[in-house]
Nanobody
């Protein structure tokens, strides 16, 4: 399974971004997917997933696209502390797979 994450970029504080993650290389409909992030000098952390769709931060929303095995992360009211590389991860019966990450930068 290959994952392609995209949609990162530079946004001002308070702005929004939508990240995309497309999985390929499998005919299986993937049901478990998560968005993670890793800020400089910090451990990778879970942002939100299909298993835990309640966004603890109240600003990030995960959704499934119309195209098979596509997901989105809508990020609103972005803050400088949201600066990180964002990764998508999927779980299939034969293992977990990660995307390459997309950089999100928030200017203050």
């Amino acid at each position: 399974v290959q994952l392609q994450a995209s949609g990162g970029g530079l946004v001002q504080t308070g702005g929004s971004l939508r990240l995309s993650c497309q999985a390929s290389g499998t005919d299986v409909t993937i049901s478990t997917m998560g968005w993670y992030r890793q800020a400089p000098g910090r451990q990778r952390e879970l942002v939100v997933s299909t298993d835990y769709a309640d966004d603890l931060r109240g600003r990030f929303i995960i959704s499934r696209g119309r195209t098979k095995n596509t997901w989105y992360l809508q990020m609103n009211s972005l803050k400088p502390e949201d600066i990180a590389v964002y990764f998508c991860r999927v779980r299939v019966p034969w293992g977990d797979f990660w995307g390459q990450g997309t950089q999100v930068t928030v200017s203050s």
